[in-house]
């Protein structure tokens, strides 16, 4: 076996990429049109490889983004998808209205967004066939790594998080696409990926290793406790009065020649990237510029409450004061854990009242406040912004596509067809991309999967989606196992 040293993509034009699987089929083939390996890298360092540098609509536009993680399964019926013409079982209870766009409703729900919807593109088409995933942890997991897992028990539930996951993609951007400031690269808020006892599966950089996991902000109280962020405690990232910055750089300094005279130990926690997880700290504590973007209590009151006081709002508002300061992935989770009520979007009963109530009124203003924000603040141009869950719910209601119980007004987990939101970093503003049939059941024009919508995210920021990884065996293995829908773009 010829084995390459170095590190995979270094001597390419961008040498932040790895190889995708396509560069590897090339180098496989050389021979059989009379170049070596060696002439074929040669020309390789002349010339950019198309098949990492695309290029095209939206390649490299965003320079951050915010996943607003539907955590639960909204109904897409219930909010900005809604059918009229169809059984009183299907129909929902909220009635439609009008928008920005012509001929595009949402439902009552919706009322801010509505008047937003120019500036975002709705995926109405979002759909897989699940195997195992019909379940919560299973599809929040293929959600955010692209994969399946090998171990899936038929309800979807997972074992807890493992150093042999597949990594969350923010993940994956920070470590092809470091952010340039001395920030936090990557930050999940304001609770973790959860169903029952199952909690994190799918939010770590599993094989990728510690140090591109992401800095969790999870406040102190109940997912009930809606003023939780006026407690945000970042003690981790405050320097001591006592230890000045000069003071801490030289212990630093201390600390490498000790290190210099320990090969040994360093071999053994390589793996663990724990020198680069270090400087990483150490420059945040001494730049003090994260702890300024925690500070939301410095926003004046209008903005505050154009999100909305309560978990979520204030956690979208403080998404935006991190990707202004330089953060490159925000992920904020829904602060309701999947399987639950009240303010959950698992609404197996009793929809109407929590959606109408609870749920709908929090996201609307949030998340309109968000992209209204940006906009004028003119991040939006860079900045990519996703809302979405890891499923729909059923166009029936009161049947159980899961096994789970569903009163006469709830609906069930349905992977087969639900609606997403993009917006920012060149994404089409104002479009409708796909088409639901008549009662939202499948996609009826331009399906969408998950893996799909991941690879969309990698081209945004300039990364091609078969770039190649390697996992905790030394394999090869793609970031995701899609091609990005380009048609989202400008």
Not at 89 to 97: E, K, L, Q
Not at 170 to 179: A, C, E, F, T, V
Not at 407 to 412: E, K, V
Request: charged letters at 20%; a neutral charge; one cysteine or more.
């Amino acid at each position: 076996m010829l084995v390459i040293p170095g590190q995979p993509g270094k001597d390419m034009c961008d040498p932040h990429l790895g190889v995708s699987r396509r560069a590897l089929l090339r180098v496989g083939g050389t021979g059989l049109f009379g170049l070596s390996l060696g002439q074929m890298l040669g020309l390789k360092a002349q010339a950019n490889d198309s098949a990492l540098a695309t290029g095209g609509p939206g390649w490299n536009k965003a320079k951050s983004i915010i996943l607003v993680y539907l955590q639960g399964g909204p109904s897409h019926l219930d909010l900005w998808d809604p059918k009229e013409n169809v059984p009183d079982n299907v129909r929902s209870a909220f009635a439609p209205i009008s928008t920005k766009l012509p001929g595009v409703k949402f439902t009552e729900i919706l009322p801010k967004l509505a008047q937003v919807n120019d500036k975002f593109t709705l995926i109405r088409s979002m759909s897989y066939t699940p195997n195992g995933l019909f379940n919560h942890t299973a599809a929040i997991y293929q959600m955010m790594t692209g994969y399946t897992t090998d171990k899936v028990s038929p309800s979807g539930q997972l074992e807890p998080p493992s150093p042999k996951d597949f990594p969350n993609f923010g993940s994956n951007i920070i470590r092809l696409k470091p952010p340039k400031e001395q920030m936090l690269p990557f930050v999940m808020l304001p609770r973790p990926l959860q169903e029952s006892n199952v909690v994190g599966k799918g939010g770590t950089a599993g094989f990728l290793g510690k140090a591109y996991d992401p800095y969790t902000l999870y406040p102190d109280g109940d997912d009930m406790d809606m003023a939780k962020m006026e407690r945000i405690r970042i003690d981790d990232l405050q320097l001591r009065p006592e230890v000045y910055a000069t003071r801490l750089e030289r212990r630093a300094r201390l600390r490498e020649q000790i290190n210099s005279l320990m090969p040994r130990m360093d071999e053994a926690v390589a793996d663990y990237k724990l020198g680069e997880y270090y400087d990483q700290a150490l420059g945040l504590i001494i730049s003090g510029r994260a702890r300024e973007a925690f500070a939301i209590s410095t926003e004046d009151d209008a903005t505050r409450d154009l999100y909305g006081r309560n978990t979520f709002g204030q956690s979208l508002l403080l998404a935006r004061r991190l990707v202004e300061a330089g953060t490159r992935v925000v992920e904020v989770v829904w602060p309701k854990v999947a399987n639950s009520d009240n303010h959950s979007w698992d609404h197996h009963v009793g929809l109407t009242d929590r959606m109408k109530k609870q749920s709908g009124p929090m996201f609307d203003a949030g998340l309109s406040g968000l992209i209204t924000d940006l906009d004028q603040r003119g991040l939006l141009n860079e900045t990519l912004v996703v809302a979405v869950g890891e499923f729909g719910r059923s166009p029936q209601k009161g049947v159980s596509t899961s096994g789970n119980g569903n009163s006469a007004d709830g609906r069930d987990h349905w992977p087969y067809c639900y609606t997403a939101m993009v917006a920012g970093a060149g994404i089409t503003p104002g479009a409708v991309y796909g088409e639901s049939d008549k009662t939202a059941s499948a996609p009826s024009k331009s399906p969408v999967h998950p893996a799909e919508l991941l690879a969309t995210i990698y081209h945004s920021f300039g990364i091609h989606p078969e770039t190649i990884v390697y996992n905790h065996l030394n394999q090869p293995r793609e970031l995701v196992k899609a091609q990005a829908i380009t048609s989202l773009f400008v």
